[in-house]
């Protein structure tokens, strides 16, 4: 089965990265190339051996085709997704062959883990879930649909992040906490008490920053 990414920004392009490790273990998939409505940065990707299909109107002709949204933004990952279903599109899940997965471990459709990452025992996540290079999620965590993991968050046991969320780079949760939905965890933040949803958390201990809004996302170098 072919396989397109959604995205071929810097995020979509380490999903590639975890996509092609997938293949050298299992040889199911066989990479298309990258839709996205944006200008790609041509030269990076014909450095790695990778093509531009074009924008979100090509979807039609990529019908049965497998698809991972390689798009950080939960809420534009959870657009795409949408619009790749309506188009007869299958979402698949990958997982790097240095991503290692305990006991009892479910990863639901378009779930992506990159190198490193580490999933315990008991672990579930929902729809396009994205778990970036040398996360750690320990024992009894929920993620929820379309929540993003940057590089080496650490995630405690029996944590719920809930749908939308975002948890910074370096970011540590304390077991037992409550992630709310679309809350943003930002770089570094040390989380000790529960975060409401759709706000933001930074420092140590992390303090609540301001609400999020639909047009004011936190700044990128904070997550």
């Known amino acids: 089965m072919k396989t397109v990414i959604l995205g071929a920004g810097g995020h979509g392009r380490d999903v590639l990265v975890a996509l092609r490790a997938h293949d050298e273990r299992h040889g199911s998939r066989a990479f298309a190339g990258f839709i996205d409505d944006g200008d790609p940065h041509e030269e990076r990707l014909a450095r790695i051996g990778a093509t531009h299909l074009g924008g979100s109107d090509v979807l039609e002709e990529h019908r049965g085709s497998a698809f991972v949204v390689g798009v950080g933004d939960p809420r534009l990952r959870a657009l ?7 188009a007869g599109l299958l979402p698949t899940t990958i997982v790097h062959h240095q991503a290692t997965i305990g006991a009892d471990v479910v990863l639901g459709p378009g779930t ?7 999933l ?3 672990v579930r996540t929902g729809l396009h879930v994205h778990v970036n290079i040398n996360v750690t999620v320990a024992h009894d965590v929920v993620l929820g649909d379309y929540v993003t993991l940057n ?9 719920v992040v809930e749908a939308e969320a975002t948890i910074g780079t370096g970011a540590v949760i304390r077991q037992g906490i409550n992630i709310g939905q679309g809350a943003i965890v930002g770089a570094g933040a040390a989380v000790v008490h529960d975060v409401a ?23 990128e170098q904070l997550i």
Do not use: F, K, Y
């Not at 992506?112 to 580490?118: F, H, K, N, S, T």
């Not at 706000?199 to 609400?211: F, I, K, S």
């Open 80 to 86: 795409l997704a949408q619009r790749a279903l309506e």
């Open 112 to 118: 992506v883990l990159c190198a490193g990452a580490r």
């Open 120 to 122: 315990t025992t008991n």
């Open 151 to 159: 590089p080496q968050a650490a995630i405690s046991g029996d944590v």
């Open 197 to 219: 949803a759709g706000t933001v958390v930074v420092g140590v201990p992390a303090r609540r920053l301001r609400e999020t809004q639909a047009d004011r996302r936190l700044p």
